[in-house]
T-cell receptor, first 114, second 113 residues
Framework: DVKVTQSSRYLVKRTGEKVFLECVQDMDHENMFWYRQDPGLGLRLIYFSYDVKMKEKGDIPEGYSVSREKKERFSLILESASTNQTSMYLC?????????????FGSGTRLTVV | DQQVKQNSPSLSVQEGRISILNCDYTNSMFDYFLWYKKYPAEGPTFLISISSIKDKNEDGRFTVFLNKSAKHLSLHIVPSQPGDSAVYFCAASAVFGNEKLTFGTGTRLTIIP
């Protein structure tokens, strides 16, 4: 069974902390994505990556960075966590050329910044 | 700028009846559309899709309709079942774009037994 695994289901962090959210996929997918889900706003794209060491900004990249050192792993970094980054974070992956057929999502990380 | 919109945040339907979820888009470059279903504490799962060269696609109880001139799509679920209770997101992509999906705001569907 193919999987996208997010390292934590729930996280509570303090304002100003540096936060790392990890995502690993076992499908040898080239594309990986980070979204956040907020009530009334749907899923919004933060960053995505087409290949190792490649990254592109999504619609709401401010306050975030990413790292993709290995094909299977895509990390989202909150440089200095703020309360408005409290959200559900979803990682997804897809094979090149097949994104239109749907992504595979992880189960999500619910982050609370206090 | 919300390029994909779902104007109904919630919908309640009696079990056995038809559920109709709607989605509007503004970007005329979109040419592939998808519906995802999301249960609480789980990631979204792909449900059904449609290419802009079609106006209907059916898969079991699920049918998606596309009206390109109105930039509108809808998902019909018939008959509705209690397990269909979830949040539904529509998403859109440009085939010759950069493989991003742009998602809507979601509609919470509740099926009443």
């Amino acid at each position: 069974d193919v999987k996208v695994t997010q390292s934590s289901r729930y996280l509570v962090k303090r304002t100003g902390e540096k936060v790392f959210l990890e995502c690993v996929q076992d499908m040898d997918h080239e594309n990986m994505f980070w979204y956040r889900q907020d009530p009334g706003l749907g899923l919004r794209l933060i960053y995505f990556s087409y290949d190792v060491k490649m990254k592109e900004k999504g619609d709401i990249p401010e306050g975030y960075s990413v790292s993709r050192e290995k094909k299977e792993r895509f990390s989202l970094i909150l440089e200095s966590a703020s309360t408005n980054q409290t959200s559900m974070y979803l990682c997804a992956s897809s094979s090149r050329g097949t994104a239109i057929y749907g992504y595979t999502f992880g189960s999500g990380t619910r982050l609370t910044v206090v | 700028d919300q390029q994909v919109k779902q104007n109904s945040p919630s919908l309640s339907v009696q079990e056995g009846r038809i559920s109709i979820l709607n989605c509007d888009y503004t970007n005329s470059m979109f040419d592939y559309f998808l519906w995802y279903k999301k249960y609480p504490a789980e990631g979204p799962t792909f449900l059904i899709s449609i290419s802009s060269i079609k106006d209907k696609n059916e898969d079991g109880r699920f049918t998606v309709f596309l009206n390109k001139s109105a930039k509108h799509l809808s998902l019909h679920i018939v008959p509705s079942q209690p397990g269909d209770s979830a949040v539904y997101f529509c998403a859109a992509s440009a085939v010759f774009g950069n493989e991003k999906l742009t998602f809507g705001t979601g509609t919470r569907l509740t099926i009443i037994p």
